[in-house]
């Protein structure tokens, strides 16, 4: 099985909210956030740096960096559905690559993790993100490109 990345389209955001996998779905609920808001608000702010994993014929994940909270901060961020699962080794085998795509104009990237989300915390890991404080249930985590 092979995933494609193209440039995310605002259609992706409403094609994905309601198949986010369950994990992604309680860091959202946690941080008061909509799914559906979420994912347009990251492709608008990320533009032209969103995009969307597409797995057989459908979103699977959309991706991308928005500017941050300091001028060349930018927020890092990840959300999908359970279809990434079909195309793991892919997808760490290509992460890091598009991760030095979207941070290239940034002089760090950052974000939260929710503590119970094992696969993006291994994931962040695998990127050479460091973590920076638990304040229960997020964990903050940066990495300077």
């Known amino acids: 099985m092979k995933g494609n990345v193209r440039p995310s389209m605002i259609e992706d955001a ?52 928005c500017p941050g909270i300091e001028p060349k901060f930018g927020c890092v961020w990840l959300l999908g559905s359970e279809d990434l699962l079909e195309i793991q080794e892919q997808l760490l085998r290509d992460s890091k690559a598009w991760l030095d795509v979207i941070s290239k104009d940034y002089d760090l990237i950052y974000n939260v993790v929710h503590e119970l989300n094992s696969v993006h915390i291994r994931w962040i890991e695998f990127l050479g993100f460091k973590f920076l404080r638990h304040t229960s249930p997020h964990i903050e985590f940066a990495r300077i490109p």
């Open 14 to 65: 409403y094609a994905l909210h309601t198949k986010l996998r369950a994990a992604d779905l309680l860091e959202l609920t946690t941080l008061g956030v909509d799914p559906l808001e979420s994912l347009v608000q990251g492709h608008l702010r990320a533009h032209p740096q969103a995009y969307s994993v597409v797995v057989k014929g459908q979103v699977a994940g959309m991706f991308g960096v």
